[in-house]
Nanobody
Framework: QAQLVESGGGLVQAGDSLRLSCVVSGRADSSRTVGWFRQAPGKEREFVSAISWSGNRTNYADPVKDRFTISRDNAKNTVYLQMNNLKPEDTADYYC???????????????????WGQGTQVTVSS
């Protein structure tokens, strides 16, 4: 099993930056892939980014590509999501999630992940 705790959300203005953190505990083989999803009010949960255990493989959703960067520090059991040039449409609850394997075809879907954090809220004002 794995437990995930997110932090770093907040209220910012358009163009600002935030860095979300996800501390992962439990069995390391349960979190070979760690991903970030987001869910805005009234909308479905959508994929943001994912990273492999070694960090050499990543996925990004098109709306965040070139603005967000995912990274991980396995010594600190932490995955980061650096979010730059934030836009009002980035406003959502952001969730950290983990799965035991990497799969480029299924990383994009919430149902492919086993463990979820409680989420952290990001609000971007215009």
């Amino acid at each position: 099993q794995a437990q995930l705790v997110e932090s770093g959300g907040g209220l910012v203005q358009a163009g600002d930056s935030l860095r979300l953190s996800c501390v992962v505990s439990g069995r390391a083989d349960s979190s070979r892939t760690v991903g970030w999803f987001r869910q805005a009010p009234g909308k479905e949960r959508e994929f943001v980014s994912a990273i492999s255990w070694s960090g050499n493989r990543t996925n990004y959703a098109d709306p965040v590509k070139d603005r967000f960067t995912i990274s991980r520090d396995n010594a600190k059991n932490t995955v980061y999501l650096q979010m730059n040039n934030l836009k009002p449409e980035d406003t959502a609850d952001y969730y950290c999630t983990a799965r035991p394997d990497w799969n480029d075809q299924s990383n994009w879907f919430p149902r492919s992940y086993t463990y979820w954090g409680q989420g952290t809220q990001v609000t971007v004002s215009s």
